[in-house]
């Protein structure tokens, strides 16, 4: 069936270095893939989405290219901040008609100072 | 923009009670969703509605019933409270039919069952 995996469940980073999350995917259907971001105490947040094989989408500093070759979405940012210690969430749709958001276990982000 | 509510915050329940966690949206969405989520699992989806009166199970639908009275709420029952279950349940909305659309969450209401 439809899988997302993300590897890492904690991340720790001091402020100003790059970060890369991982996400890989598995479906025989066409994806649509997505960045959910969840502050702590707060609902989880759409952070950017793609269905476009080999386009680089941006929003808020934060960047992902979805590989259809590879089947990843992996997140980055070139330099992290202290507001961006949050839990981070690859979902996935994909086009077989019930369009149901499938969830990665979640990855959570610390920046230190 | 608009808002989904979910009441109550915190549920504290006991082994075997009937619990009823609530949730209402005011962006007009036809789709409705109940997700619980687990440290380290991630989001699993338990019932989706498309519209008003339809229900659709998800994956983790067992020990749960749901209810779409109206277009703007969603109820989810938990039938039997297991003893040391601990998890917060996020309702979620979204437009019908495409899907790249976003989903939209509330805060979500978090369980303790003693």
């Known amino acids: 069936g439809d899988s997302v995996t993300q590897t890492e469940g904690l991340v720790t980073l001091t402020k100003g270095l790059p970060v890369m999350l991982n996400c890989t995917y598995q479906?025989?259907?066409?994806?649509?893939l997505f960045w959910y971001v969840q502050h702590l105490n707060e609902a989880p947040k759409l952070l950017l989405k793609?269905?476009?094989?080999?386009k680089r989408t941006e929003h808020q500093g934060f960047y992902a290219t979805l590989h259809k070759s590879s089947s990843s979405f992996h997140l980055q940012k070139s330099s992290v901040q202290l507001s961006d210690s949050a839990l981070y969430f690859c979902a996935l749709t994909v086009s077989s008609g019930s369009w149901q958001l499938i969830f990665g276990s979640g990855t959570q982000l610390t920046v230190m100072p | 923009g608009g808002i989904i509510t979910q009441t109550p915050k915190f549920l504290i329940g006991q082994e075997g009670q009937k619990l009823t966690l609530k949730c209402q949206q005011n962006f007009n969405h036809d789709t409705m969703y109940w997700y619980r989520q687990d440290s380290g699992k991630g989001l699993r989806l338990i019932y989706y509605s498309i519209t008003e009166n339809d229900l659709q199970k998800g994956d983790l639908s067992e020990g749960y019933d749901a209810s779409r009275e109206k277009k703007s709420s969603f109820s989810l029952t938990v039938t039997s409270a297991q003893k040391n279950e601990m998890a917060v349940f996020l309702c979620a909305s979204s437009r019908a039919g495409k899907g790249n659309t976003e989903v939209f969450f509330g805060k979500g209401t978090r369980l303790t069952v003693v």
């Open positions: 793609s269905s476009t094989d080999n």
């Open positions: 479906t025989t259907y066409s994806p649509f």
